[in-house]
């Protein structure tokens, strides 16, 4: 059985700078590239994927970069972000609240913080628990 989430890029950053196999960011990932995991994304969420997972700085491996993103686009499901009278610290981050929102399904974020108090935001780990992995 698979489920479906919006996952904010941090998940996918942490997920390459992890040494640890077995931590939360790295399982969701893998579950990705699996097939376990649908991703849920717009246009603009897989824009900022290209765009941070490709910076040079962070020297990802760019073949993992894009077997991640090819998986995402192949396998998940693009939604439009509804609207939210929500604030967020930062901006850029609107996008993936709404469209979690617009699925009707969870967020998954290593930054609670940045986004309003609501059931669907939940942490890699919280959501590891939700889909078994």
């Known amino acids: 059985m698979s489920i479906k989430a919006v996952i904010d890029t ?8 992890s040494k640890n196999q077995l931590s939360p960011t790295v399982r969701i990932a893998k579950a990705i590239v699996k097939g376990d995991i649908i991703p849920v994304f717009s246009q603009e969420i897989l824009d ?3 765009e941070v997972l490709r910076r040079i700085h962070f ?12 998986r995402i686009k192949e396998q ?3 939604f439009t972000p509804v609207e939210s009278n929500e ?3 930062d901006p850029d981050d609107k996008v993936f609240f709404c469209t ?10 290593g930054n609670i913080k940045h986004y309003p108090k609501s ?8 959501f590891c628990d939700i889909a078994g992995i």
């Open 87 to 89: 604030t967020f610290p």
């Open 48 to 50: 900022e994927y290209e």
């Open 100 to 109: 979690a929102l617009a699925a009707d399904t969870n967020l998954v974020t």
């Open 10 to 17: 941090n998940v996918f950053v942490s997920s390459f700078i």
């Open 76 to 78: 998940g499901e693009d």
């Open 119 to 126: 059931a669907i935001v939940v942490t890699p780990s919280e």
């Open 59 to 70: 020297k990802f491996d760019p073949r993992e970069v894009s077997l991640l993103i090819d």
